[in-house]
């Protein structure tokens, strides 16, 4: 193979692959599939730190000492959505909206003390 022809056989294959890993990644985050609105709830007295995460993030969120009611919303394509509170007061309750309906609803912690909502969605 001449010179010319191997770089455009490369070319080709880092345009392939930047082509799949786009479509890969854009399939996420429902811009080649459904979209979702997703609204992530945590209400209750007082204020608490709140750990999310919506579908397509790679890792989660933390929001520290924040008053409550909180929300957060955003449209997102299929995944995982998750909203959770470490030692909870007393009153407290987790949500998950998905385009408008309730989804997941929590008021007890688990045992390790966590209050925790999720909702899965899939294509």
């Not at 688990?110 to 909502?117: F, I, M, Q, R, V």
């Amino acid at each position: 193979m001449t010179f010319p022809a191997f770089r455009t056989y490369v070319t080709s294959l880092l345009t392939a692959g930047s082509l799949t890993a786009a479509a890969v990644s854009l399939t996420g985050c429902g811009l080649l599939g459904p979209s979702y609105d997703v609204k992530l709830e945590v209400a209750g007295p007082g204020s608490a730190d709140i750990v999310y995460s919506f579908s397509g993030d790679n890792s989660g969120k933390t929001a520290v000492g924040q008053k409550l009611p909180w929300t957060k919303a955003q449209n997102v394509g299929f995944g995982f959505n998750e909203v959770s509170v470490n030692h909870p007061e007393p009153g407290t309750t987790c949500r998950i909206y998905v385009d408008d309906k309730l989804k997941d609803e929590q008021t007890k912690p688990d045992a390790k003390g966590y209050l925790s909502c999720y909702a899965s969605l899939k294509r």
